[in-house]
Structures are given as C-alpha cells and as structure tokens.
C-alpha cells in the first residue's frame, strides 16, 4: 500500500467516523491523524493480533469445531480481498485477520502435538521405552520415556512419552536406550488451584501423557536398530550427558550446576537453595538458556572471525568479510542450541539471533522493532502454546522494551559518547548495563507478578555485576571449554569458568540475603496483566507523543492489585490438605505434613510465605475456627462451614451447616446448600469458595480448564 493510499484509508475512515464538519477538534478525526503518521508501525501490531487470536483460544471452555480458525482466515482474505476498494470494511477485515490466523495456528499446533493421555493412575507395572533424555537431579534423577509399551493400557490409549524420576543417579540410562523400569504412572497433575499454572496443558504440548517415580531397578533390554535421525538426536543427548558428567567431575558442587546450565541447558542438578537465591537476586533468567547467551554465543563468534578474515589482506579486500562473520555466528548459534538440548526459549532465541544476522547480510539494522515483530510472528505461529507462558512473555517484553527505548535514547546517548574520553565512556558503560537493567525489569514485572507473585527490589545491583562478569568471564570460558572437549583440554577453561561463576553465586546470595529484597503479592487477576500489557504495547510500539496515553492503562492494571480477590476456603483434589482465611488475613492449613507441592502454591498465590495449622482440638487463635476428633466448624462472613475428618457426624451437620466440605462421600439426603465431597473432587479436582457475598462462590479447577485435550476426561 503506497503512502498516498494509506492516508486516504486511515483519513477516509476517520472522516466516516467522526461525521461532517466536525473539524479537527474532534477526537475520532484526531485519532485519525495519529494513526496515518504512524503508518510505518503498523506492521508491528500484526503479531499483537496472532496472539490475541491464540489467547481467545486457550480462554475457550471447549475445545471449537476443527479448523474453524482457517476457515474464519480464509473468509477475511477473501474479503479483504473482494472489498479493497472500501476502505473501513478492508481495514476491519485486515485487523481481524491477525487473530483469525493466530486462532488457526493455535488449533493447528494442538492437533499436531495431540497424543493419548493417562485418565488415571496404573501401577506398580513395567514400563518399556526409549530414553529420550535424561536429567540429573540434586537427588536421583529424571527420565522421559517414548515408544512406549505399558500392560493394563491399550496400544491406542498408551502416550507417545512419560516422565519418571528415579532415585538413584547412577541409574540413569543413556540416551537411545531402551530399557524397563517398574513404575507408577498417573497423568500429568492439573493445577493446585484454580488459577494456578496447569501442568497438565504444558506436559501436553510437550508430548508428554503421564508421570511418575519408579520403584525399581532399570533393567537395559536388547536395543532396537535406530533410525538415522532418532540416531543423531540419541547421540546429540548422550554427548550433553557426557559433558555434564564431566562438568561435574571437574567442578562440582553449586559452581558445577550452574556451569552445567549454561553449556548443556541442564539446571536440574542447581541445588534448591542456590536457585531460592536466583530468584530472590533477579537472575534467574542467567540460568535459563535465552536472548543474552545466544546473543553472547553469537557475538563471541562473529567478533574473532570477522577479525581474523581482517588480518588476511586478499580475503579483507575481496570478501564481504562482515557477512561471512555473520554466517559463522548463526553456524555457532545453532550448534549451541543442539548442545543444550534445543528448549524453546533457546530457539526463540536463536531465530531472533539468525534474524539479526540475516539484517546484516541483506545491510539492514540488526537492531529494529519490525525484525522484533517478525521474530515474534514467526514463534507465535510455530509455538502459539509459548505465547500464554511466562517464558515467551518476558523474553519478548523486554526485547520490545529495551528496543522501544534504544529508538528514544540512541541518539543522544551516542552524542553524549562521542563528546567523552575513554574514563567517560567506561562509567557510560556501565551506566548502559544499569540503564538496560532497570528497562529489563520494568518490562517483565506484569509478568513476574502474574506469574510468580515476586517483586525483586535489588535485582538492577545483581545484574550490574552478573551480567559483565557473565559476559567477559564465563562465557568466552565456556566457549574455549566447547574447543577444549573434544581433546581432554577441558580442566583449566571449566575451572576459569568455576571462578566467575562464584562471582555470580555470591552476587545472588548476598543481594538475596539483604533486608526486603524480595517481596510476594497476591496473585494479579488476569485482567490486570491484560491493562498492563496493552498500556504497555501501546508505550512501546507507537513513536508519537499519544504513546503516552498508554501510561495511565498502565497504572489502571497496576492498580489490581488492590482489588484480588483471595479464596476463603481451599481444598486439595483428593480432600488431604485444605486452608482457611484467618482474621488476620492469612491462611491456616489443615496439615504441614502432606500436600507440601500444593500448599507451597496457596501460600505463594496469597502473597505469603508462612502460614499456621488447624488446631487439633479447641479453638484457633482467631476464634473462627473450633476442632475436635471429628472435624472442624468455620465461621466465616455469616456462613457455618463443616470440614469433616469422618463420616460419623456428616448427617448431623448436613442439617445445621452452610457448607460441608469431606474427603469422604456425604450422605445421599445431605440438605447444606453447599456439599464438597470425594465425588465432586474427583469430578471437580482442587476447590475455592468465596464467602463474602450473598452466595458462597465455589470455582473449580475442571471448570476452570474446561473440556480441552489436554484435560484428562474422566
């Protein structure tokens, strides 16, 4: 569409819009105006809108009528196309097309990655499959299994993978093997709450259909013959498996972990308490294999070939040398990626890396927000799962933010350099890094608050000093060590690399150990990550001045927080652990001594850390809650809740209570308006109920994910 042809379908739409005479004082007409100058960006929406389309999809209760979403896409393109000459109906048919394809992309995806999954638990039984990999935990290890053979399941209902943990580490099999562990399999766990994540729909994008632990020994059987590729991929992992070993042997301890995380992918062996750290610092994403250690990869790549081909007279006069750098650092990208086992942040990463350099190759900016957009339509529509993950959202929300604000701030800044001597440009340097630091963490906290309840206070003071020495120190060690494998050289450069990952290890622990370095919220309600992300896409993809209408969205979502509403009651899916809402606001487990996965994920979608226990007998502290060996009665905004121990007094307080909540069956003329027994948890899995308001409120996390395929339909 060619500049002329855009203004009279932005000004032709606007005028439709605003009405006659209204001249420009009129708020659709000023609108209008804004958005033809800003005609350049509009491309950058249209991965804003494949998102929103695959979003609508995962909101649905059921699972809509195949291809829908192609069809729904089609019919737009033809639209658009048989109404180009109109120009309102063309541009509505244009902005709805984005979400309709992203729509069909994400039915695409389910269906392609759709594989029988466990509706219940089997087992002890032998289990019989192919390791696919391997991880090494702090304690034991992990196994994923495929070309799966299990008794008791029919060859059709048998999932294409499982995952078990086994454990004793020096069990684990090789990778390619096939081998027979007896175990207990149950289908992958739904969420603890409603609202909290569902592992259920992430093990189903991963192909996985069932989990457990084994209680066995691994016993190897007689290998079958692989194929060529299955034989590459098998080889890919049993190398990773064998550079972490040796990872280990050279260096070991917390050092060795976090060196094996960043050369194989592998944080599995990172002990608890050093990952508490990374997280408490805000560096965390150091250790997960994204944008900043294929970037480096990249760079430390480009950088020394360019230079080299420039010491060669005849090849740096004769050759596009800067193009030939550029392929080697997509070659050296790529082969990271394989050694690292190929997570989906990392080849997000290395798309966006290879794009980068493609703009090299054709003489464009490697730093541009339509390269972004590009990159971000591309992940969406081979991966439209990521999109609703916290992984896809902070990678590519600080990407957009610090390229929005490098638009702002690059020309001044590079005057401001040039004007300085070489002292100058050090502390402008690292003034960068804190500046890069504090857009970063701007730009994933809607993310953060979402997703993990975690605000890090101190994270722009860690990253100031992790991130050089992880740029300078750690990894061209960990580049020299890849060189160094193949011969047995790998002691010094792991050992080199062990120091600097000190650094960053002590960094973690002690801006994690200072007074108020972290701090939990309740959990954001969705629509409040919504407000911020619009404000936000809205302050970062405009240029002109009415980008700042995005600020005051913004603060609207911000200001959610003050309006969560927490659940009063919750119960487990089998009816082990449950909580009540104490005076003070906090909560009070029925037990501490099971459920311990569960009531760490209440405890952190309140906002909190501690929490107390029921008593066994007489009253709480609180005095809304009285026990005895039978149970226990609630009282809580003018309602009488029952939480039965046995059976023997579930008649009576169906009579006299509000709610009766038991892991047992309750009586078939039980009269509370309200009953949560073992059937409607085993139907309704993990409950919430409300209490403030005319009616108890109760959600469940079933009806919560609805009939999708990748809830298990009992």
């Known amino acids: 569409m060619g500049s002329h042809a855009s203004r009279t379908t932005v000004y032709g739409m606007a005028g439709a819009l605003a009405g006659r005479g209204s001249g420009w004082r009129n708020p659709l007409r000023r609108l209008g105006a804004c958005f033809a100058a800003e005609r350049e960006r509009w491309i950058l929406w249209i991965p804003v809108g494949i998102g929103l389309g695959v979003v609508g999809y995962f909101l649905l209760p059921a699972e809509p009528p195949d291809w829908s979403g192609a069809i729904a896409a089609s019919l737009l393109a033809l639209s658009a196309m048989l109404l180009r000459r109109f120009d309102l109906a063309l541009l509505v048919c244009l902005v709805l097309f984005a979400p309709a394809l992203g729509f069909a992309a994400a039915q695409v995806r389910t269906a392609l990655v759709s594989a029988p999954m466990l509706v219940k638990e089997v087992g002890p039984v032998p289990v019989t499959g192919r390791v696919l990999s391997i991880d090494k935990l702090e304690k034991g290890g992990r196994v994923v299994l495929t070309d799966l053979s299990i008794p008791r399941i029919d060859p059709a209902a048998t999932p294409g993978r499982v995952r078990l943990r086994l454990r004793n580490a020096s069990e684990l099999p090789l990778p390619g093997e096939r081998v027979r562990i007896v175990a207990v399999v149950s289908p992958p766990p739904g969420p603890a709450m409603p609202g909290a994540f569902d592992f259920g729909r992430s093990a189903f994008f991963a192909g996985i259909g069932g989990v457990g632990y084994a209680v066995g020994k691994v016993q190897r059987i007689e290998d079958r013959p692989l194929d060529f590729w299955t034989g590459v991929m098998a080889a890919a992992e049993r190398l990773r498996v064998s550079m972490g070993t040796r990872i280990g042997e050279t260096v070991g301890g917390a050092e060795g972990g976090v060196i094996g995380a960043f050369l194989t992918g592998q944080q599995t062996a990172i002990p608890d308490s050093v990952m508490d750290d990374f997280r408490a610092s805000g560096l965390a994403h150091l250790l997960s294999i994204s944008g900043i250690h294929v970037s480096l990869v990249a760079a430390l790549v480009f950088l020394p070939v360019r230079a080299l081909l420039a010491l060669i007279e005849p090849v740096a006069l004769n050759w596009p040398i800067k193009k030939i750098a550029a392929v080697a650092a997509v070659a050296g990208a790529f082969a990271y990626m394989l050694l690292v086992g190929s997570p989906v942040p990392t080849e997000r990463s290395v798309l966006m890396t290879s794009l980068a350099m493609l703009a090299i190759l054709l003489d464009r900016n490697p730093l541009s927000m339509r390269l972004i957009a590009f990159a971000a339509a591309i992940v969406i529509l081979k991966e439209p799962d990521s999109v609703v993950g916290a992984s896809f959202q902070m990678s590519f929300g600080a990407v957009v933010a610090l390229i929005s604000a490098y638009e702002v701030i690059s020309g001044p800044w590079g005057e401001m350099r040039r004007k300085l001597g070489w002292f100058g440009r050090l502390w402008m340097h690292l003034a960068g890094i804190a500046v890069t630091s504090v857009i970063a963490t701007l730009a994933t906290m809607p993310f953060s608050l979402y997703h993990f309840q975690q605000i890090q206070y101190y994270g722009v003071i860690a990253n100031m000093i992790a991130v050089p020495v992880t740029s300078v120190w750690v990894m061209p060690a960990g580049m020299i060590s890849y060189l160094a494998f193949p011969f047995g050289l790998e002691e010094w450069p792991l050992t080199v690399m062990g120091w600097g990952v000190t650094v960053i290890l002590e960094t973690a622990r002690i801006v994690a150990a200072l007074p ?122 003018g309602y009488i809740v029952v939480l039965a121990k046995s059976r023997d007094a579930l008649a009576e307080d169906c009579r006299i209570a509000d709610i009766v909540i038991t892991p047992d069956p309750a009586p078939r003329g039980c009269r509370a308006p309200v009953v949560i027994d073992r059937w409607r948890l085993l139907r309704g899995g993990a409950h919430a109920v409300y209490l403030l308001g005319p009616e108890p409120r109760v959600e469940t996390v079933t009806a919560e994910r609805g009939i999708r395929p990748w809830v298990p339909q009992r």
């Open 516 to 637: 108020g370095s972290t701090k939990l919220v309740p959990a954001m309600p969705p629509w409040g990550l919504a407000l911020m992300v619009s404000g936000g896409l809205w302050l970062m993809l405009w240029r002109g001045r009415w980008r700042l209408w995005g600020l005051p969205v913004i603060a609207l979502g911000v200001m959610s927080l003050a309006f969560t509403l927490r659940p009063d009651i919750l119960i487990d899916d089998q009816g082990k652990l449950m909580a009540v809402r104490e005076a003070s606001g906090g909560l009070a487990l029925s037990t501490k001594t099971s459920g311990k996965f569960d009531a760490g994920v209440w405890l952190r979608r309140d906002g909190s850390t501690e929490s107390t226990v029921w008593p066994r007998e007489g009253r709480s502290a609180d005095g809304m809650l009285s026990c005895d060996r039978q149970g226990c009665l609630y009282r809580r905004g």
